[in-house]
């Protein structure tokens, strides 16, 4: 996701509804930039964290309230800025040694990418899932280079 649109999730997007209020498995944005709908998938280990996020504060109370939200405001009540955002994810990076490298939050939407090319997910649903015109523009996104298409004839033994 693009941080514009992470920043507007609330607990309701994640949030299963009733007596269950569990996560849900999935939810569906209206992406800020491309005006598409995105169906976004929880996965197993963000289930994990937002569970661990609603038992560590009160955030769950509201469907209202935002997931990444602003501590100097009332719990939930104002989302953090992109600006914010960014700060944390530099201070987190430094924080465990990635200091030389240039990373932002634009940063880890190419990266989950680039990781997914790498396990086996092709440029095609990586394009779909981007909402990318052609593959030419993905594989560019992920920074695949002459040297990633030549490892990958020692990969395949016929």
Not at 21 to 50: C, H, P, R, Y
Not at 56 to 76: H, V
Not at 125 to 153: C, M, P, W
Request: glycine share 6%; aromatic share 10%.
């Amino acid at each position: 996701m693009r941080i514009g649109d992470l920043l507007k999730l609330k607990v309701g997007d994640v949030k299963k509804a009733g007596n269950d209020s569990g996560i849900k498995d999935n939810f569906e944005i209206k992406e800020q930039k491309t005006d598409k709908l995105n169906m976004v998938e929880i996965n197993k280990n963000a289930k994990k964290a937002l569970k661990f996020l609603f038992a560590r504060t009160n955030l769950d109370n509201s469907f209202d309230n935002y997931l990444f939200y602003n501590t100097k405001e009332s719990p939930g009540l104002k989302s953090i800025s992109r600006i914010q955002a960014y700060r944390l994810v530099r201070k987190w990076c430094e924080s465990v040694g990635l200091t030389s490298l240039s990373v932002g939050t634009h940063t880890l939407r190419k990266t989950f990418g680039y990781h997914a090319w790498k396990n086996g997910v092709s440029i095609e649903v990586l394009q779909k899932k981007f909402k990318h015109n052609s593959t030419s523009t993905t594989r560019e996104y992920l920074g695949i280079e002459e040297a990633d298409v030549k490892d990958s004839y020692h990969q395949v033994n016929l």
